[in-house]
């Protein structure tokens, strides 16, 4: 017996002293000089590229984590297939320019002015530095390079890529295509790709469709993110693949101006994924010495299906994207005005919602659209930033001063980037909207997008805006943004240069952005188009959180909420509950419509001047639970238990990331006569656990129909009989850890 502990002993202080060591030397990213490959060490994730006979820099790995880099061999550039087929076409090529005979997607499409659209990108450099990586790519014959970003992060697997275009030729060169990267998954067929599509007050509707020979493009022209696709995708191999199970590549864009992913099946079975600038009526000019940085790529890989994919991107957004660490904290419970009064806000109205709301336990007061100018109506206002004096005789003091008495904070709406035609500031700058010279102005919701890409009309909306938070005491903004560009034109500028509004646009929103949150470190932002029209990884590096949808009608809202986690975390997610009847004439419930806007954000959106008084106990106790789950919502890891195609019955469960705590949700649509309903299997707690049982849906029962423990074994193998009923039927289920 003392041998064999001693030989243990001996076990243990080896391996942790090679446990301490490797920490120590660990280095996410290596090139290995003899086979000149880069491995990029994500954690679960492997990533590996290298640098051909050609000098080319060739893709040859992404997936699991392979912790032996030996077993990659030197990147080896394909020979000519056919023809046809040329090798430039069929080498897997990081960053390929387009240019000797290339045929898939370029990454790089540029023009000389001599005329040369030739472009053949080679390695000349590279740079490493703890997780970032850059790679220096450069024009076989002229100055024009290419710096290639990849940074690591380990904690979730992801990479990020982006690339910056560098003219050294001396000369100007015009950018025709620049986007961040290409990807590769293992060559083969089956893939299948899921992505969100949407129209207004219908985003986040889940697509999965086959990969097959040719291109399908992922984009927005709009000049922003837009509901109609959002940029990410994820790949699968079909029939390989469950929600919780099997190998999923995916990634999402960075950037809130018009974006492009394509994704394309080639003739050789090898599926290649493209991301970053939409190259539609693109041509950004460069002038010798200027540079141009693409949107970032994120990436990533999970073994652990679809529901893994989006659980990882939802930590990786609260731990790495999110501001000032706010995907830390929880949201608080806000209230917004805006379906309570449209545009007849006033200082009376509005104090006596903010009355109501506070006893509900709302934590934020929002004043919505029709506070400022002459905004009476969508048709008159925008861009009149001044308290709108009959409205608020006093200003919003008096407002502010009680929301806060209440113990709220209080939060504002705002349309920075738009102007109506019928504005004092637009009669003073009709040059300011976007517009070309001589033609017709295409209005939406009777109003037209500043040129926010110009320089007055960046420091115009930074200053106004800076002022508003200044002298007075607001904590939250609400930006909104309700229509695309039209008519993109830049007539100060000469013909050659005004195409750079679709980059300058979005970078001077950012730079508005940026530097008010500079200025008051304590402000908080939601983004907004229209609804969902700007959710991207760009965006959410500088807001709070997101309104992902104008429809707010509790049942479409369960398909809405459910595709938006595909991609983004609850966190950020804002859900409002709402009067009914309400889109689609529906009336809902309103504990059903309590349960549904807590799967993420909670907020109120109804007009409580008008509630009955049995509505406002109902609440408070709704509102009461919400706080008691709301860091597990929030910050936990979502487990989507029913699929997208189940429209009549959906649930989904969030657990604490120690498995101490746990919830469910779970809603009937319309019962059928004498058809039961699943026992609901849950996921991701801890087997040995046992765990108190809590059922909570606002009904008053005797006798819970549940058990009060049950085990974390029997609660993921034999699951929860729930006992719903009837019509627009909701229940939550809250589960603590005990001990036996
Ligand atoms: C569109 C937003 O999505 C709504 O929530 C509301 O703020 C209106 N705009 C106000 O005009």
């Known amino acids: 017996m003392p041998f064999r502990s001693s030989v243990a002993y001996l076990v243990l202080v080896f391996v942790s002293a090679t446990h301490v060591a490797s920490a120590q030397t660990f280095r996410p990213i ?107 790519l450069k024009d076989i014959e002229r100055e024009l390079l290419v710096h290639l970003g990849y940074t690591v992060y380990p904690g979730t697997g992801l990479i990020r890529r982006e690339a910056v275009v560098e003219n050294r030729t001396g000369s100007p060169v015009v950018v025709e295509n620049a986007q961040s990267g290409a990807v590769y998954v293992p060559r083969g067929d089956g893939y299948r790709l899921r992505y969100l599509s949407g129209r207004w007050a219908g985003e986040w509707q889940l697509n999965q469709e086959p990969v097959h020979t040719g291109v399908k493009v992922l984009e927005s022209r709009r000049g922003s993110t837009s509901h109609q696709t959002n940029p990410w995708f994820a790949l699968d191999r079909d029939g390989d693949s469950d929600p919780e199970h099997g190998n999923v590549w995916f990634g999402a864009l960075g950037w809130s101006g018009s974006w492009r992913i394509s994704v394309e099946g080639t003739p050789h079975q090898q599926v290649r994924v493209t991301g970053g600038f939409n190259p539609f009526d693109f041509a950004y000019s460069l002038a010798p010495g200027e540079k141009l940085q693409t949107p970032p790529f994120y990436l990533g890989y999970t073994g652990g299906g679809i529901g893994e994919a989006s659980r990882i991107l939802h930590r990786f957004v609260r731990a790495e994207i999110l501001p000032r660490g706010s995907g830390k904290r929880t949201r608080p419970v806000l209230y917004n005005s805006w379906e309570a009064t449209e545009f007849a806000v006033d200082e009376a109205g509005q104090i006596a919602l903010a009355e109501k709301a506070a006893g509900l336990g709302v934590e934020r007061f929002v004043m919505d659209d029709g506070w400022f100018g002459q905004r009476n109506t969508d048709h008159a206002g925008l861009g009149d930033w001044y308290v709108n004096p009959k409205k608020f005789p006093n200003g919003l003091g008096p407002l502010i001063r009680r929301v806060h008495e209440l113990g709220m904070d209080f939060g504002i709406w705002v349309e920075p980037e738009m102007v109506n035609p019928d504005s004092d500031l637009y009669r003073k700058h009709p040059d300011w909207a976007m517009h070309f010279a001589g033609r017709p102005r295409t209005e939406a919701r009777n109003q037209l997008l500043l040129n926010l890409a110009r320089e007055d009309v960046r420091e115009y909306v930074f200053h106004w805006l800076d002022d508003l938070v200044t002298k007075n005491d607001i904590a939250f903004l609400k930006w909104d943004y309700n229509r695309n560009f039209s008519e993109p034109g830049w007539p100060e500028l000469p013909a050659d240069q005004q195409k ?170 319309s019962q059928q006569f004498g058809r039961m309903l699943p026992a609901l299997a849950l996921r991701g707690l801890d087997e040995q656990a046992t765990y108190s049982v809590a059922i909570f849906d606002g009904k008053s029962r005797s006798n819970s129909p549940l058990p009060s423990r049950l085990s974390g074994a029997y609660l993921m193998h034999r699951g929860l009989e729930l006992p719903l009923t009837g019509d627009y039927d909701a229940t939550s289920v809250k589960l603590e850890r005990v001990s036996d």
């Not at 370029?106 to 030739?118: A, E, H, I, Q, T």
């Not at 709301?630 to 979502?638: C, F, K, P, S, Y």
């Open 500 to 669: 750079k509004i679709w980059v300058k646009f979005t970078q001077n929103l950012y730079d508005i952005l940026d530097r008010l949150r500079a200025k008051h470190p304590t402000l908080e932002i939601e983004s907004c188009s229209g609804g969902g029209g700007r959710v991207d990884l760009g965006i959410l590096r500088r807001v709070e959180q997101v309104w992902p949808s104008d429809n707010t009608e509790a049942f479409d809202r369960l398909t809405i909420e459910q595709g938006f986690t595909y991609a983004y975390t609850p966190h950020i997610m804002m859900a409002w509950v709402t009067d009914v009847p309400n889109f689609n004439g529906r009336s809902a419930p309103l504990p059903f419509r309590f349960l549904v806007a807590m799967q993420g954000s909670l907020a109120i959106g109804s007009n409580l001047n008008k509630w009955p008084p049995e509505n406002f106990g109902l609440a408070r106790q709704m509102i009461g639970y919400y706080k008691s789950i709301r860091e597990t919502v929030q910050n936990g890891d979502l487990y989507r238990l029913t699929d997208p195609s189940d429209g009549n019955f959906k649930a989904s469960q969030y657990v604490s990331p120690d498995k101490s705590r746990s919830v469910v949700f779970a809603f009937l649509h």
């Open 30 to 136: 290596r090139f290995l000089e003899k086979s000149k490959i880069f491995v990029l060490d994500a954690g679960s994730a492997s990533y590996v590229f290298g640098i051909n006979e050609q000098n080319a820099l060739q893709h040859i790995y992404w997936g699991g984590h392979v912790a032996r880099d030996e077993d990659f061999l030197a990147a080896h550039g394909s020979d000519e297939w056919a023809s046809f087929d040329l090798g430039t076409t069929t080498t897997p090529q990081e960053y390929p320019g387009w240019g000797a005979g290339l045929y898939v997607e370029p990454s790089l499409k540029v023009s000389f002015p001599d005329g040369n659209r030739d472009l053949v990108l080679h390695y000349v450099a590279h740079q490493m530095e703890g997780e970032t990586l850059t790679v220096t």
